[in-house]
């Protein structure tokens, strides 16, 4: 007769089996390891075990200069929290439009950055693929506007070997192809508030779109990045008044 504690039930073969998918599609640091990125609650829970996937790469899609720099902001936040113990970043581009000192405002020592410019897309790509293989950065950025599936899937790959995060800025226009990324977002600008009607600029604000997640629940949220955190903007419904009804 069997052994009763060493029976799976169903619920704990399910949950084995959701496990090793995940680390199938590349979620090994998010299984293994404690939140590093501090995001809000609403938005960890949309990734799989509620942890934003580490070693994994993360796309983002831009249209225009003005969401490019939201979307640069927005990943300054991130990379803060990722460099904050493991070192140095490298941001790899045909033309570097972030202004380093500005990235002090993320908590980011600008020194901090390796800043690699090349012309093609081709030599963005390799230079791309061979970072994400060093293990000792603690995240790569880089800067494109095609991105092939076999492309996105040698850079995963490298991830998953190192478990180096990546983010691809990707300047585009109309349909977007697949890719292997384990996520997509949507990043644009929202208006700063400023408290007590004091003069001057706010805490950056975004409105943050995740299109789509592997093994996870898309989603909506207006983020600010103060006092070096995100903080969740939660959205107040608006309130109808209705004239009073008359009697008599």
Not at 30 to 47: E, I, Q, R, S
Not at 186 to 196: C, W
């Amino acid at each position: 007769m069997a052994d009763l504690a060493t029976i799976e039930t169903k619920s704990d073969i399910i949950t084995r089996l959701k496990k090793e998918i995940l680390l199938l599609n590349g979620f090994k640091k998010a299984l293994n390891n404690v939140d590093k990125v501090g995001l809000p609650l609403p938005v960890k829970n949309a990734f799989p075990e509620g942890q934003f996937p580490l070693g994994a790469i993360h796309e983002f899609l831009i249209e225009g200069s003005e969401e490019a720099a939201a979307t640069a902001g927005f990943v300054s936040g991130i990379r803060e929290s990722l460099m904050r113990n493991s070192g140095a970043a490298i941001w790899i581009s045909a033309c570097r439009n972030i202004f380093p000192p500005a990235l002090s405002s993320f908590g980011i020592i600008p020194e901090k950055i390796i800043f690699i410019d090349l012309k093609k897309e081709k030599e963005i790509l390799w230079a791309m693929e061979e970072a994400l293989k060093c293990t000792s950065v603690a995240a790569v950025v880089g800067e494109l506007h095609e991105l092939s599936f076999p492309a996105s899937r040698r850079l995963q790959l490298a991830v998953e070997q190192s478990s180096v995060t990546g983010f691809i800025l990707r300047q585009t226009k109309g349909n977007i192809n697949t890719t292997a990324c384990v996520s997509r977002w949507k990043i644009t600008s929202s208006p700063s508030v400023l408290e007590d009607e004091m003069p001057g600029v706010g805490f950056p604000r975004w409105n943050v779109e995740l299109l789509k997640v592997r093994n996870g629940k898309p989603g909506k949220w207006e983020l600010e990045f103060a006092n070096g955190r995100f903080r969740n903007i939660p959205k107040i419904a608006a309130i109808i008044h209705q004239p009073a009804k008359k009697t008599g």
